[in-house]
């Protein structure tokens, strides 16, 4: 069974500019959330996607965007960078009914740093 | 809205004594609490988790325990070793469950001293 995988792990932006965050989910998971976590603090909920559609939205601007396909992965974009958004990017897999049904199981998660 | 605190923020314990850290949530209708242990530079793992239709859950040295009422719940880790240093995050899932949410509190850094 493979876990949940990000790319890249690192990534170095500078302000203004746009990126793309990748996460394949977990062998068997039909559901992807992304969550941030700032330095010292808790993950904060981003989105959720299932079925290619966003089911579910945290308080993030609409820069912040993704997409599932249909093999589950899934990507997140982040447009017109802010320094406020460095921070760990983690990608979480799950089946489809919630935490309650389907425990998160979390990526390792991609370190963006915005200059 | 909703919202998790948790407590302490930092606990620092000597090898072999019990830890215990503890969180309230606002959103009534969470129904599912997880815990996540996260070493630096690590993923969130997760060590135990516990839902609405139980009070009590253990698992080896680690238990934890929710109290419905007062919408508050308790990691309990009993004779802690050094290798349970780590940041400690309680979460509650708000939302129903077709696509609820984790809704996290701030951290315990816990550090055992050998």
């Known amino acids: 069974e493979t876990g949940v995988t990000q790319s890249p792990t690192h990534l170095i932006k500078t302000r203004g500019q746009q990126v793309t965050l990748r996460c394949s989910s977990q062998s068997g998971h039909n559901t992807v959330s992304w969550y941030q976590q700032a330095l010292g603090q808790g993950p904060q909920f981003i989105f959720q996607?299932?079925?290619?559609?966003?089911?579910g939205r945290g308080n993030f601007p609409p820069r912040f965007s993704g997409l599932q396909f249909p093999n589950y992965s899934s990507e997140l974009n982040v447009n017109a960078l802010e320094l406020d958004d460095s921070a760990l990017y983690l990608c979480?897999?799950?089946?489809?009914?919630?935490?309650?049904?389907?425990?998160?199981?979390f990526g390792n998660g991609t370190r963006l740093t915005v200059t | 809205g909703e919202n998790v605190e948790q407590h302490p923020s930092t606990l620092s314990v000597q090898e072999g004594d019990s830890a215990v850290i503890k969180c309230t949530y606002s959103d009534s209708a969470s129904n599912y609490f997880p815990w996540y242990k996260q070493e630096l530079g690590k993923r969130p793992q997760l060590i135990i988790d516990i839902r609405s239709n139980v009070g009590e859950k253990k698992d080896q040295r680690i238990a934890v325990t929710l109290n419905k009422t007062a919408k508050h719940f308790s990691l309990h880790i009993t004779e802690t070793q050094p290798e349970d240093s780590a940041v400690y995050f309680c979460a509650a899932a708000s939302g129903d469950n077709q696509g609820g949410k984790l809704i996290f509190g701030q951290g315990t850094e816990l550090s055992v001293k050998p």
């Open positions: 979480a897999s799950s089946l489809y009914g919630g935490p309650y049904n389907s425990p998160l199981h």
């Open positions: 996607y299932y079925r290619e559609e966003e089911n």
